[in-house]
């Protein structure tokens, strides 16, 4: 909220990868303010006044959808949600014919969810505004791993040199591709647990320990974070059956009582109960911050337009110099 000299140098949000530890630690401290400002009464700021966002979901999306248009409309940005299963995609239009009907509106943020690996990458090169990746494909989703990150150091004082696990469908998840890089990038130790089937060996490229077991893998850790079986991107039997899974995979008190006492849980939601988590272990406030997780998502994602669009107008006046 405050103009003090940034470390952040990005155009836009396409993942974690290209972000420096400093400029994902400077997204997280102005979050921090953010979270205050959202507890207010008075919840709204003028970061974004004068700017128009245009969100774009190719994907359903309820949490995350909801979330960049709030963070948005907070800070004082003229906001529009485009239908986009019920748009000119269907009827045949390119992604890059697309690209080219908002470069004639003038947006200056673009929030985009798309089942496609890349499309966001694409469509940032074809317009001229502000790009942020809402979820593309099994690529990345960088906002969950921030409002994840922020969670994270808000619970534990910090955020580096943790033990985490996250445990579940690795395979088909953006939200466990950018979480990996994140919690690497910031030097935390992580495990990846779940069947061989969701937890493909090449994870072990990234750093991380595999386990099958979740006895074994849960050991001593900080944070155990599930997440969803996602049966949309599975076209085989992953599973043998959703009750067989929660046996050995979903997290239950038994499971839980192997990592540290002050361990929290976390899942991006939305949650299968009985699935990947037992519905007392979301509940449980003293372990539990999946209500924080939502809470955070608003203010890293005003964070981050506000920070892209301070970059953004700094670059239009350097073109109008």
């Given at each position: 909220?405050?103009d003090a000299?940034?470390?952040?140098?990005?155009?836009?949000?396409?993942?974690?990868e290209p972000l420096?530890?400093l400029?994902i630690?400077?997204?997280?401290?102005?979050a921090?303010s953010?979270?205050?400002?959202?507890r207010?009464?008075?919840k709204?700021a003028d970061?974004l006044?004068?700017?128009?966002?245009?969100?774009?979901?190719f994907?359903?999306?309820?949490r995350?959808?909801?979330?960049?248009e709030?963070?948005?409309?907070?800070?004082?940005?003229?906001?529009m949600?485009?239908a986009?299963?019920?748009?000119?995609i269907?009827?045949?239009?390119?992604l890059?014919?697309?690209a080219?009907t908002?470069?004639?509106?003038h947006?200056d943020?673009?929030v985009?969810?798309?089942?496609?690996?890349?499309?966001?990458d694409?469509l940032s090169q074809?317009?001229n505004c502000?790009?942020?990746n809402?979820?593309d494909g099994?690529h990345e989703?960088p906002t969950?791993?921030?409002?994840?990150a922020?969670?994270i150091r808000?619970?534990?004082?910090?955020?580096?040199?943790?033990?985490?696990?996250i445990?579940?469908?690795?395979?088909?998840s953006r939200v466990?591709?950018?979480?990996l890089?994140?919690l690497?990038k910031?030097?935390?130790?992580?495990?990846?647990?779940?069947?061989?089937t969701l937890v493909?060996?090449?994870?072990a490229?990234?750093?991380?320990e595999?386990?099958?077991d979740?006895?074994?893998?849960?050991k001593d850790?900080?944070?155990?974070?599930?997440?969803r079986?996602?049966k949309e991107?599975?076209?085989?039997g992953?599973?043998?059956s959703?009750r067989?899974y929660?046996?050995r995979?979903?997290?239950?008190?038994d499971?839980?009582a192997?990592?540290?006492?002050?361990?929290?849980?976390?899942?991006?939601g939305?949650?299968n109960?009985?699935?990947e988590?037992?519905?007392t272990?979301?509940d449980?406030i003293?372990?539990s911050?999946?209500?924080e997780q939502v809470?955070?998502?608003?203010?890293?994602r005003?964070a981050?337009?506000?920070?892209?669009?301070r970059?953004?107008?700094?670059?239009r006046?350097g073109?109008a110099?």
């Amino acid at each position: 909220m405050s103009d003090a000299p940034t470390y952040f140098r990005q155009n836009h949000l396409l993942g974690i990868e290209p972000l420096h530890p400093l400029e994902i630690t400077e997204i997280l401290d102005l979050a921090d303010s953010y979270v205050e400002l959202n507890r207010q009464t008075q919840k709204h700021a003028d970061a974004l006044a004068g700017l128009t966002q245009i969100n774009m979901f190719f994907e359903n999306s309820t949490r995350t959808q909801a979330s960049f248009e709030l963070a948005g409309k907070r800070l004082g940005a003229d906001v529009m949600n485009m239908a986009m299963q019920a748009s000119s995609i269907k009827k045949g239009e390119t992604l890059i014919d697309t690209a080219m009907t908002l470069n004639a509106m003038h947006p200056d943020l673009l929030v985009v969810r798309h089942p496609h690996s890349g499309a966001v990458d694409l469509l940032s090169q074809k317009v001229n505004c502000a790009v942020l990746n809402a979820g593309d494909g099994k690529h990345e989703h960088p906002t969950q791993a921030l409002l994840d990150a922020l969670t994270i150091r808000r619970a534990k004082g910090r955020l580096h040199r943790l033990n985490i696990a996250i445990c579940g469908d690795i395979a088909h998840s953006r939200v466990a591709r950018s979480n990996l890089i994140l919690l690497g990038k910031m030097e935390n130790r992580i495990r990846l647990i779940g069947p061989p089937t969701l937890v493909p060996g090449h994870f072990a490229e990234f750093g991380a320990e595999i386990y099958d077991d979740m006895h074994e893998g849960l050991k001593d850790v900080d944070v155990v974070m599930m997440l969803r079986l996602q049966k949309e991107r599975m076209d085989g039997g992953f599973i043998p059956s959703e009750r067989e899974y929660y046996h050995r995979f979903g997290l239950d008190a038994d499971k839980l009582a192997q990592a540290k006492p002050d361990a929290i849980v976390m899942h991006p939601g939305p949650m299968n109960r009985g699935v990947e988590i037992d519905g007392t272990i979301a509940d449980d406030i003293n372990r539990s911050v999946i209500q924080e997780q939502v809470e955070m998502g608003v203010a890293v994602r005003m964070a981050a337009m506000d920070l892209l669009a301070r970059n953004l107008r700094s670059r239009r006046q350097g073109e109008a110099a």
